[in-house]
C-alpha cells in the first residue's frame, strides 16, 4: 500500500512540476508573482449596475419619452392593473427572447422594470441589462415592485396587456 501511495505522490509532483513549467514558459501563461486583486468592483459587462429606485423617485422618469417602463409579473397581474403605459415583458418576450422590448429600446436611455417585489424584477432587470449590452442605458427596479407604486398613489392601468392579444 506504501508503494502505491508513494508512486502516486510522485506522479502528482511531476505533473505539478510540468504544469507549472508549461505556465512559465507560455506568453500568455498565468503569471503567479504579479497578482493582484482588481481594484474595481465592475458589473457584468453591458453597461452600468441596475439600480434601485422608490417610486417617489422613478415616477420622476416616467415624464421622459426616453424611458420605457416594463412589467415583469404573469399577465393575470399586469391585467389587474399596472404603471400606466408600461409595456407587459412575458408577452413581449415570447420567443424572441424580448425582441419588441429590446427594438423599443433603441431610443430610449433609461428602462425601468417592476413586478410584485423588487427581488422579483432585478434578475429581470439584470437579464435584460446583459442582453442589450448598452453602456449609455439605465437600468432601474422599482423598489417595493407595483404594491408600492400603487400605495404610493401613483398615475395606474388596468386591462389586458395589448401586445399579449395579439401575439394570440
Known amino acids: 500500500m506504501v508503494p ?13 512540476a510540468v504544469g507549472l513549467s508549461a505556465n512559465a514558459v507560455r506568453r500568455d501563461g498565468v503569471s503567479l508573482r504579479r497578482y493582484s486583486p482588481p481594484a474595481s468592483c465592475e458589473g457584468p459587462k453591458g453597461g452600468p449596475a441596475v439600480q434601485v429606485l422608490p417610486p417617489e423617485q422613478a415616477v420622476r422618469l416616467c415624464g421622459d419619452a426616453g424611458v ?15 404603471v400606466a403605459d408600461a409595456v407587459h415583458l412575458p408577452c413581449a418576450a415570447p420567443n424572441a427572447e424580448a ?3 429590446v427594438s423599443a ?4 436611455h433609461t428602462l425601468i422594470v417592476y413586478g410584485d417585489t423588487t427581488e422579483e424584477a432585478r434578475p429581470v432587470a ?20 407595483f ?11 388596468s386591462g389586458p396587456c395589448r401586445e399579449c392579444t395579439e401575439h394570440r
Open 4 to 16: 502505491l501511495l508513494a508512486r502516486t505522490l510522485v506522479l502528482l509532483v511531476i505533473g505539478a
Open 68 to 82: 420605457l417602463v416594463a412589467d415583469a409579473r404573469p399577465p393575470q397581474r399586469f391585467a389587474e392593473g399596472h
Open 99 to 101: 425582441s419588441s422590448v
Open 105 to 108: 429600446l433603441a431610443r430610449k
Open 126 to 145: 439584470e437579464d435584460l441589462r446583459r442582453r442589450i449590452g448598452r453602456a449609455d442605458l439605465k437600468v432601474v427596479v422599482l423598489e417595493g415592485g
Open 147 to 157: 404594491p408600492a407604486w400603487s400605495k404610493a398613489g401613483l398615475a395606474c392601468s
